[in-house]
């Protein structure tokens, strides 16, 4: 899936950056099998598992930048492997951009970086709502399986910033008979975190599995 991310800058304007976005929900990733050559990628983990390994066998070299759960700058790395064993690289970052080294950022750009968001191309709305399907389907039936997976799909449609009318109209507000892709963003949100509160109640694992950090953002 193609997205263009913007970097907030300190006390500079923001720049764009066009990537291909990976949801990544194995463990183990091998990066010369999922990036194309000369790709620029944000991967982004499901979370599921807290550790990520990111093995660069056999890959070309990559500037690694880490983001927190709530896309701020967490660090960055450099994957160069010159030998021909393995070279594997664990991580908890929720979000990893990587770049490839002849386009690497200077040090003294990633020093101004505060965080990213995701910009969302309307053209790209059918291709979009496809991966959504694919990625986080939602349950047919009744139960703690649909409670579930509408959350962990609200929760992906966030964390993408997709446009509300566009998201999962599953879950219908009880105190105002809205489906959620009908609300506004304030109801929306408030309406996702008293879902994510029932998930929590009702089942602990689930809840955990999808917030490991235990905070809902």
């Given at each position: 899936m ?12 923001p720049?764009?950056l ?25 991967l982004?983990?499901s ?9 660069f ?44 080294k002849?386009?690497?950022f200077?040090?003294?750009l ?13 053209a ?36 993408l910033?997709?446009?509300i ?6 879950a ?26 029932n ?19």
């Open positions: 193609k997205f263009s991310i913007q970097f907030s800058l300190t006390e500079q304007d720049i764009t066009e990537v291909s976005r990976f949801y990544l929900k194995e463990t183990s990733i091998r990066i010369h099998e999922l990036v194309s050559e000369n790709e620029t990628c944000l982004q983990t979370q599921y598992n807290l550790n990520t390994l990111l093995d066998s056999k890959s070309k070299p990559y500037q690694i930048i880490y983001f927190n759960y709530d896309k701020t700058l967490s660090g960055v790395s450099y994957a160069i492997n010159k030998s021909k064993g393995s070279f594997v690289i664990q991580t908890q970052a929720k979000w990893v951009l990587l770049i490839p002849e386009s690497c200077s040090n003294a990633i020093n101004k970086i505060e965080r990213f968001e995701i910009n969302i191309d309307k790209n709305k059918t291709e979009i709502l496809k991966e959504l399907d694919q990625e986080s389907p939602i349950a047919r039936f009744a139960g703690a399986g649909i409670m579930i997976t509408t959350v962990s799909r609200m929760k992906l449609e966030k964390e910033n997709i446009p009318s566009w998201r999962t109209g599953t219908i507000s009880v105190a105002s008979g809205k489906r959620s892709n009908e609300m506004q963003e304030q109801e929306w949100n408030d309406f996702y975190y008293a879902l994510c509160d998930l929590k109640r009702s089942y602990l694992p689930a809840y955990q599995g999808l917030f490991p950090f235990g905070k809902v953002l």
